[in-house]
């Protein structure tokens, strides 16, 4: 499996925003200190926004706060709200076309690893990556004061 662009920016800019607390970000900050597009982020804020991951304030004194507690956004549902196909092969989609479809072991094998994927991401929040032995270095790394 492979998470897209947009889960990983998804989980880049949540950590960021979380690891300022109550000092609003700005997409423009988030697409300096991690060095990506600011255009694609807008995207990605757009839609954390709609779905109440982040809140959006516009204005002068705007910006980008945690919608939520960083323990009350699971990791697992935010990789399942931002990904587009979760089908690992042709099976798993309602397109399928592949002959052996009836008789192949692939399709329930690949089905409970996505299962057990899911639930060790589903066993985690933001906090966990925010913890007191990780921040320093993330504070760091991103340049947040």
Known sequence: MHITRYTDYSLRVL??????????????????????????????????????????????????????????????????DTEQDLALVECFGKQNKCVITGACRIRPMLAEALEAFFHVLDGYTLADLLT??????????????
Do not use: C, W
């Not at 002068?60 to 009350?72: F, I, S």
């Open 15 to 80: 950590l960021f925003v979380a690891l300022k607390g109550e000092e609003r970000s700005t997409i423009r900050e988030i697409a300096e200190r991690y060095d990506i597009s600011r255009n694609h982020l807008m995207k990605v804020v757009q839609e954390l926004n709609h779905k109440g991951y982040l809140q959006a304030i516009r204005g002068k004194q705007g910006g980008l706060l945690l919608g939520r507690a960083p323990e009350d956004i699971n990791i697992g549902a935010l990789v399942r």
């Open 132 to 145: 007191d032995e990780q921040r320093p270095q993330l504070l760091r790394l991103l340049a947040i004061k």
